[in-house]
């Protein structure tokens, strides 16, 4: 990493760990639920991005990872910060058993097969003999955390700060994992999975394990969401989740860390924004404004980002 | 003892058939490859020449036939391993890893010569960083062989045809080979990088001590440096010898002409 890339990203953490300070509780909130979104995204962008697998389901991991955090709290009273890893080793599991057969399918078809996971997830969290854990139409309820050590902080602030410091390791690992010898890989797989496997690489492990990689990370980000908003039910892990995050990563850059990050900032408060400029077509302004990113950056954000960034290295 | 151990072929191609729908791209082909030489492998298009290759590299599975690889039956090895067996391959078409740069590239020939899975690189753990280093600083020696050092940080796709074969062939290298697989090296190439493609293959070879397995249009490059050729047509061996001896050899002479 240059210099300037790290003093940027000190920057960055500085407003981050100040933010909370100088906006609402309600704004505090919106933005956890920021690195929520950030972290899901950069899952599916392992998979869809890095690797080149496409997943229209993603929105089931989500569901699947919220679950797990809300049922060990509410049925097994498990402290809300253990649920986090749990969910995160139950999506990698599921992932990857997911991703095994899905390796006979390519492009379209892959798309088909994770779409029919993601509408059937909603579905199946309101099966009537799972509805003694998973609560059923109902869904859980669950308490929201306090700040412990008697730190000065309010529920929210806490929840923030909390869901930061789990957002930053999962973008560490991630950034250390595609910039060595296995994110060379799933480029690689991606890109000319022939000559990738004649150099080596085992393709099928490497493309399941992308698979499981890539659900923990949305799974993590699904734990973290049931924290804060205290609540699961069915009806908020639809297909249209899957959909936005995907919209979330090719808005933000595909194969872009950073972009998970700004896809996530787009489909927090674009939606919001939308809303506030036509109450009665917001998403249809939604789309006017995802036709416009991708039309101005079609290289996401984080490509515009780095384009802007090469120029203004070259002309100083 | 020593002796017998050179003698010993270090890739054996046995009887090997192949065929596709109602082509027949090998018909019982067989030929050896001693350690240490350059062997032609010659015949006009469609002679089954990218085919054997393929089957050497297991991407094609045989309908009969044997393979050997340093004494080895390849044809029962996944296609993943055969790299790390010491068989490394260029592409006739080109098959590099567009969006990566080239210095990247190179460094995936480098997989099957290091270890380290998800855990430890996402750890960082001081194997995979060691790992990682030691396949960065061979890779760069590689462009350094290759004079590909002022395009190291570039994207391979941005880089013309002539240049991108090299990158080929240093990706190739990179795996350590015992055996390299060139497809064509020389097509897309002018005059003077042709010549200069034919030094660079056998001061490789001396360099790297590897074995060449040749296939080839430009018949001056092959017959100045293969050691021995062997040649094909409709999926036959129609002819292997020294160069000197395969380039009269009337059967050769006739499938040219009847196919140009
Ligand atoms: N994947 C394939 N599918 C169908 N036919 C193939 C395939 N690969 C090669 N062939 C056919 O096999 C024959 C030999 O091709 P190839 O090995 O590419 O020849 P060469 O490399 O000597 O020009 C040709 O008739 C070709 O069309
Ligand atoms: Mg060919």
Request: net charge positive; proline share 4%; glycine share 10%.
């Amino acid at each position: 990493m240059t210099k300037r890339n790290l003093l940027l990203l000190a920057l960055l953490l500085a407003v981050a760990c100040v933010l909370p300070f100088i906006v609402s509780d309600y704004r505090t909130f919106q933005l956890t639920l920021v690195l929520v979104y950030a972290t899901a995204l950069l899952g599916l962008n392992i998979l869809t991005g890095y690797n080149g697998q496409i997943s229209l389901g993603h929105g089931a991991f989500y569901a699947l990872g919220a679950y797990c955090a809300a049922i060990l709290m509410d049925q097994a009273g498990a402290p809300y910060w253990a649920t986090v890893p749990a969910a995160g080793a139950v999506c990698l599991v599921a992932g990857f058993l997911f991703g095994l057969p899905a390796l006979r399918l390519e492009g379209l078809y892959l798309a088909l097969a994770t779409f029919a996971l993601g509408v059937a997830m909603p579905q199946l969290l309101k099966y009537d003999h799972l509805a003694k854990w998973t609560g059923g139409v109902q869904g859980i309820v669950i308490p929201k955390p306090e700040a412990p050590f008697g730190l000065p902080l309010n529920a929210d602030q806490w929840l923030y700060f909390f869901t930061l410091a789990v957002t930053i390791v999962m973008f560490v690992l991630a950034w250390n994992l595609l910039r060595g010898r296995i994110g060379r890989a799933l480029v690689a797989i991606r890109d000319q999975h022939i000559a990738a496997e004649a150099m080596g690489i085992n393709s099928a492990i490497y493309k399941s394990a992308a698979f499981g990689v890539s659900a923990m990370y949305t799974g993590v980000a699904g734990a973290l969401s049931a924290i804060a908003i205290q609540y699961v039910a069915p009806d908020s892990f639809g297909i249209f989740v899957s959909i936005v995050f995907l919209v979330g990563i090719v808005v933000g850059g595909l194969a872009s860390i950073s972009g998970a990050l700004y896809g996530a900032l787009f489909i927090q408060f674009v939606p919001n924004i939308a809303d506030e400029i036509s109450k009665a077509a917001p998403w249809a302004i939604f789309g006017i404004f995802m036709i416009g990113f991708v039309y101005l950056m079609p290289t996401g954000v984080a490509g515009a980002t780095r384009l802007l960034l090469a120029k203004r290295r070259k002309s100083p | 003892m020593i002796e017998a151990a050179a003698s010993q072929p270090l890739l054996r191609v046995q009887d090997v058939a192949v065929h596709f729908g109602g082509i027949v791209a090998l018909d019982g082909v067989s030929f050896d490859v001693a350690p240490g030489q350059i062997v032609g492998l010659i015949g006009p298009n469609g002679a089954g020449k990218t085919t054997l290759f393929n089957c050497v590299s297991r991407l094609y599975e045989c309908d009969r036939g044997e393979i050997d690889f340093d004494g080895r039956a390849l044809l029962s090895v996944p296609r993943h391993r055969v790299a790390a067996l010491g068989i490394g391959r260029t592409f006739q078409n080109l098959a590099l890893f567009r969006t990566m740069s080239v210095l990247d590239n190179v460094m995936v020939g480098h997989h099957c010569r290091t270890r380290g899975g998800f855990f430890a690189n996402a750890l960082r753990l001081p194997h995979a960083v060691k790992s990682d280093r030691a396949a960065a600083e061979q890779a760069r020696s590689l462009l350094a062989l290759l004079e590909l050092e002022a395009v190291a940080g570039t994207r391979v796709s941005e880089l013309p045809f002539g240049t991108q074969k090299r990158v080929e062939l240093a990706r190739a290298l990179a795996a350590e080979p015992k055996l390299l697989l060139l497809d064509e090296p020389a097509s897309g190439l002018n005059h003077e990088e042709v010549g200069k493609l034919g030094e660079l293959i056998r001061q490789v070879r001396e360099r790297l001590r590897l074995t060449v397995l040749l296939v080839e249009h430009h018949m001056n490059l092959v017959m100045s440096i293969s050691d021995w050729v062997v040649a094909l047509n409709f999926g036959r061996r129609i002819a292997q010898g020294a160069p000197a001896e395969v380039r009269e050899h009337p059967e050769l002479v006739r499938a040219y002409l009847g196919t140009a």
